[in-house]
């Protein structure tokens, strides 16, 4: 076997060992942004509990703050997140979410 040969040969597995690393780089990168995504979390605070006085009937006013975190390198721009909650809801909208509330609309 001749020096080119071996050369050639070496030149091969090397570039074969390169495109081998890129690959593996690259399901990690996969990987790495699948956990990201998955690890968005939403977090509630409840701001205002109404006490037994504050109870209208079967009515009563709650105030709850959602935030969503992204603990990720990667700017997620499309976040959907559903709240269920256990029992029938009304939602009130009104002025700016730290502002008083003003009006009470249907079921949405």
Request: with cysteine; hydrophobic share 40%.
């Amino acid at each position: 076997m001749t020096w080119e040969a071996v050369a050639a040969c070496t030149g091969l597995i090397g570039a074969g060992a390169a495109v081998w690393q890129l690959r593996q780089l690259r399901i990690a990168d996969l990987k790495a942004r699948a956990i990201e995504i998955e690890s968005v979390s939403v977090a509630t605070v409840v701001e205002a509990r109404p006490r037994d006085s504050d109870v209208r009937g079967d009515r009563a006013d709650w105030t709850y703050t959602y935030a969503v975190h992204n603990p990720g390198r990667f700017p997620l721009s499309d976040v959907h997140v559903t709240i269920d909650y256990r029992c029938q809801v009304r939602r009130r909208r009104g002025l700016p979410v730290n502002g008083p509330r003003s009006d009470l609309s249907g079921d949405d």
